[in-house]
């Protein structure tokens, strides 16, 4: 027996696609406090020195956490080259925005204080900013983008024909995910703010997470309603082969009312997902109120891990649905790598995957505690 056929296609797809959402809910549960607290900045650190303490929280942090973006996007360009071919050349602009607001976080956080100068530091601080609010916006658009269809085609060639602009991602829909987004991972920056800083930082974001908890339960349940109600989703009509060979126009599908539902109809345990996101967010609440701080970041997390997962097996088995040619949309079962590639590349994430939660882990442990003005007065010059 060749080793790759140990596990038949269909099951490495799967597994592939529970291993991308892993991924993105990874990047979203780590890198998501880093980009809430930047986009917190401006608003609970009023000093130079609360804003020092607010950056060394996430300052050791963000490079590990970015891991998780690097390993999403490097994953969807192996295992789903589709998908790669699509998402990041139809979303070339949106692509670019994101990176340098991303590319600004790291200078900003190497520079700001090199200068004892107002103005010098109030620039780093904007940026900082932008670098946690606009990617927490973007990412919430693009998903937003998804769920409606993306405006692509493919001929017969299989070459891809992408059909849309920059500004017709900024719809209505996609705007209201954006948003829920952004409130998500500024609860989250909230409840790691609580768990990190004390006195005026930690009660200022105590405040704004009180307020982001409730706007995230809020969106939510508004972007589920008009995505019932508003916006149509796409269901297979043609028999399906799991295990074939990777052509996205070997199928039919059409629009429809309501097909984002389907699943959950006829799998009622599904529901566990969006309920989680609901009641994470719940817990983080009033974990703040109750100024469990712990319990209050487990609660953010597991808000996000619910709401990324309600839109994963709404859309299953799309991943990437097309608005002008249904037919085109692309499927676990029809555009991924080989049965090959996908085995070799479980073989390795087997292996890597554990090694980075392991530093991870050991990276947290080492930090644990909280930052606060005698942290940033240490002689060692290890402060941002």
């Not at 699509?86 to 700001?112: D, E, H, Q, T």
Request: aromatic share 14%; glycine share 10%; charged share 10%.
């Amino acid at each position: 027996m060749i080793l790759h056929q140990l596990i038949d296609y269909e099951t490495l797809r799967l597994i592939w696609w529970v291993l991308l959402g892993v991924l993105l809910i990874g990047f979203a549960v780590t890198d998501g406090f880093d980009l809430g607290a930047g986009t917190l900045l401006p608003f609970v650190a009023k000093t130079d020195m609360e804003r020092r303490i607010v950056i060394n929280t996430i300052g050791p942090v963000w490079e590990g956490n970015q891991t998780w973006l690097i390993l999403g996007g490097g994953a969807i360009f192996a295992a789903w080259p589709p998908l790669y071919a699509v998402s990041f050349s139809g979303f070339y602009l949106a692509m670019f925005i994101i990176l340098a607001s991303l590319i600004v976080r790291p200078v900003g956080f190497k520079f700001r204080s090199k200068r004892d100068s107002d103005t010098w530091r109030a620039a780093w601080d904007c940026a900082l900013f932008i670098g946690g609010f606009v990617p927490s916006l973007i990412f919430g658009v693009a998903v937003g983008n998804v769920l409606q269809g993306v405006p692509f085609r493919l001929n017969s060639d299989l070459r891809i024909f992408y059909e849309g602009s920059f500004f017709g991602l900024l719809n209505p829909f996609a705007l209201l995910c954006g948003l829920l987004s952004v409130s998500m991972l500024v609860m989250h920056g909230s409840a790691w703010l609580v768990l990190k800083t004390s006195g005026p930082v930690a009660q200022r974001a105590r405040t704004y997470g009180g307020m982001a908890a409730p706007t995230t339960i809020i969106l939510f349940v508004l972007a589920g309603l008009w995505l019932w109600l508003g916006v149509g989703g796409y269901r297979i009509t043609s028999a399906i082969d799991p295990a074939g060979p990777s052509n996205p126009l070997a199928k039919t599908v059409i629009e429809e009312s309501g097909a984002w539902f389907v699943n959950y109809a006829s799998h009622p345990w599904l529901l566990l997902a969006p309920i989680l996101g609901l009641v994470g967010a719940a817990g983080a609440f009033f974990g703040l109120k109750a100024r469990r701080e712990v319990a209050t970041l487990l609660s953010s997390a597991l808000s996000i891990f619910g709401i990324i997962s309600t839109v994963g097996v709404a859309m299953f088995p799309f991943i990437l649905p097309s608005s002008v040619d249904p037919r085109s949309s692309l499927m676990v079962w029809d555009s991924s790598s080989s049965h090959m590639t996908l085995f070799i590349m479980l073989f390795v994430t087997a292996i890597f995957i554990p090694l980075i939660v392991m530093y991870t882990s050991w990276v947290y442990h080492v930090l644990w505690g909280k930052v606060d003005e005698a942290a940033i007065n240490d002689e060692s010059g290890h402060a941002y």
